[in-house]
Nanobody, 124 residues
Framework: QVQLVESGGGLVQAGGSLRLSCAASGRTFNNYAMGWFRQAPGKEREFVGVISWSGGTTRTADSVKGRFTISRDNAKNTVYLQMNSLKPEDTAVYYC?????????????????WGQGTQVTVSS
């Protein structure tokens, strides 16, 4: 079993930055691909970014490319989402997710474990 706990969300003005963290329990964190997703009110959950178990492969959504960066520290069992140049349309609940087969995927259905989410609100 894997437990994921997100932190770092909050209220920020447009143009500002936040860094989200996702702390994972479980001895095999190093084997998992880790993804970030977000869900705004009334919308479906959407892909934000993903990182392979080694950190050697990352993908980010076109909507955040150049502004958001995903990274991980396997020694700390933690994955990060650095968000810069935030826009009001980035407002959502952000979730991290673990894929135990290290699939670098944009699909929610591929992920096996999910955190409870952290709210990010960007004011204009």
């Amino acid at each position: 079993q894997v437990q994921l706990v997100e932190s770092g969300g909050g209220l920020v003005q447009a143009g500002g930055s936040l860094r989200l963290s996702c702390a994972a329990s479980g001895r095999t964190f190093n084997n998992y691909a880790m993804g970030w997703f977000r869900q705004a009110p009334g919308k479906e959950r959407e892909f934000v970014g993903v990182i392979s178990w080694s950190g050697g492969t990352t993908r980010t959504a076109d909507s955040v490319k150049g502004r958001f960066t995903i990274s991980r520290d396997n020694a700390k069992n933690t994955v990060y989402l650095q968000m810069n140049s935030l826009k009001p349309e980035d407002t959502a609940v952000y979730y991290c997710a673990a894929n135990i087969y290290n699939r670098v995927s944009t699909l929610t259905t591929v992920y096996d474990y999910w955190g409870q989410g952290t709210q990010v609100t960007v004011s204009s």
